[in-house]
């Protein structure tokens, strides 16, 4: 028999005692005591006298009738709170590492030669690769929807840019990554040219200023119409010769070939959310892109200086995972949350039962 604690904890065979709730029949190895769960809630190295127990076998909970725990640990049960402060205060651990993603096409890391991924040979080499926080290449020269020479550094300074790369006559994918932009604009509260602004530009260098404009007429027009001036002078549709083309796409982590089968282009789909200064910041893969994760990248890449303190909310809830291109919650800031939401609603609970009392104590006076 070992005694723990300076309240004679006992830890044996040979004591019994009375009401015990009898845990399991494997015996438990020399040297551990199933009551130090106990310990853990109450604080202390050994539990009130109402709890001892033998460790091999049972762990005696016993409590008489009508005896509360509080009565029975000497008001230990307030210690409850803080646990759930402690919890409130535990540092998050990083939700997400940035591992290869969900798809041969889409990589948070670096372009590798891999094993054989069973993608067809045209799709060979094709792919997106995240480079977070890179920055972009402003000084290359585009000429944009008029024909004008314009540097991609015209659209950067203010405000987050969100980038596309496509072709305007792709026949179908491209138009895909377009209609979904425009129709995760036309349900956001952030509109283009105000909070942000976008541009595409084409990677096939024989494309001219005339299609990047009807493709932009064709997408501003499906805006409501309160939104279309505005979009019009925030979405910008840019051309380029084939060394700035490369020079962006390398950027981006951008891999494409030419398909002379087909006569198209081989490529994956994405738009990426770049800060003011040109720096890459975000990549959201495929054709659908949510509302909510554009409008949080936005925020973020924005440093923070648009949105409203409901998204700041969200942002703590919510964090970019590289590997999936979404965001996704963080169960632990969820949990203190509602932590902080029942102890509110404790105290208020406290606050109005001790006006009652005090209001019917005053009328039997």
């Not at 119409?225 to 979009?231: C, F, L, V, W």
Request: proline share 6%.
């Amino acid at each position: 028999m070992r005694i723990v604690g300076s309240k004679g904890w006992t830890v044996g065979r040979t004591q019994k005692a009375p009401g015990c709730l009898r845990l399991c029949r494997r015996p438990v190895r020399k040297g551990f005591a199933f009551p130090a769960i106990g310990v853990f809630i109450f604080g202390k190295a050994a539990p009130c006298q109402d709890f001892g127990g033998i460790a091999s076998k049972t762990i005696p909970f016993h409590f008489p009738e009508g005896q509360s725990l509080s009565a029975l640990c000497g008001g230990k049960a307030a210690t409850v709170v803080l646990l759930l402060l402690t919890t409130l205060c535990l540092p998050v651990s990083a939700q997400f590492s940035q591992t290869q993603g969900n798809s041969p096409l889409y990589s948070s890391r670096p372009y590798e030669a891999r094993a054989p991924s069973g993608l067809p040979k045209a799709l060979n080499g094709i792919g997106i690769d995240q480079k977070l926080n890179e920055q972009l290449p402003l000084d290359i020269v585009f000429k944009d929807e008029h024909g004008e020479n314009v540097k991609l550094g015209n659209y950067f300074g203010k405000k987050p840019v969100v980038l596309s790369l496509v072709y305007y006559q792709c026949p179908m994918l491209c138009n895909q990554v377009l209609n979904g932009m425009v129709t995760a604009f036309k349900v956001m509260a952030f509109q283009p040219g105000q909070e942000f602004e976008v541009v595409t530009v084409s990677f096939d260098p024989r494309e001219t200023a005339a299609l990047a404009a009807a493709k932009k007429n064709t997408y501003v027009d499906y805006l409501p119409e309160a939104r279309r001036a505005g979009t019009a002078r925030g979405w910008h549709f840019l051309t380029g010769d084939e060394a700035s083309i490369k020079r962006l796409t390398d950027a981006v982590g951008f891999r494409y070939h030419f398909d002379d089968a087909t006569n198209q282009f081989v490529h994956a789909s994405a738009i990426y959310v770049t800060t003011p200064q040109g720096k890459l910041a975000r990549y959201f893969y495929g054709i659908e892109y949510a509302p909510r994760d554009l409008r949080l990248g936005l925020i973020e890449a924005a440093d923070n200086k648009i949105g409203s303190p409901v998204d700041q909310l969200l942002l703590y809830c919510f964090h970019y995972d590289p590997a999936t291109g979404k965001y996704g919650a963080v169960v632990m800031n969820l949990m203190r949350i509602g932590g902080v939401a029942t102890l509110v609603a404790m105290l208020a609970m406290f606050l109005l039962f001790r006006r009652r009392e005090q209001a019917r104590v005053n009328l039997q006076a």
